[in-house]
């Protein structure tokens, strides 16, 4: 049974930064997507990175430069640093994984697994 359990969101003034972590048991990442996304209140699930087994990352615009997605292997967990947050950052955050490599990173439909979500506040 694979499980995807995030952590690391909590409450920053604008400027700040977090770490989330997204520890996965019963799946261990090969050809395939595993991407972090967030949606906020009232609006659609959007993708904001993602990573292939070879390590090439994408990322949304909005976001690029300042957040960076990373996997280490050894302790099969997926990361997500955000840096220079705003309030529009403000949103739950999940992690997936299991998206085959031939399809869009950021389509939410192509994902296998999800986890339960981390809240990030952003305060101006």
């Known amino acids: 049974q694979v499980q995807l359990v995030e952590s690391g969101g909590g409450s920053v003034q604008s400027g700040g930064s977090l770490r989330l972590s997204c520890a996965a048991s019963?799946?261990?990442?090969?050809?395939?997507?595993m991407g972090w996304f967030r949606q906020a209140p009232g609006k659609e699930r959007e993708g904001l990175a993602a990573?292939?087994?070879?390590?090439?990352?994408t990322y949304r615009d909005s976001v690029r430069g300042r957040f960076t997605i990373s996997h280490d292997n050894a302790e099969n967990t997926l990361y997500l640093q955000m840096n220079d947050l705003k309030p529009e950052d403000t949103a739950m955050y999940y992690c997936a994984a299991g998206a085959p490599n031939w399809s869009l990173q950021f389509g939410t439909t192509y994902y296998k697994y999800w986890g339960q979500g981390t809240q990030v506040t952003v305060s101006s």
């Open positions: 990573i292939d087994g070879a390590d090439r990352t």
């Open positions: 019963g799946y261990v990442q090969t050809n395939d997507y």
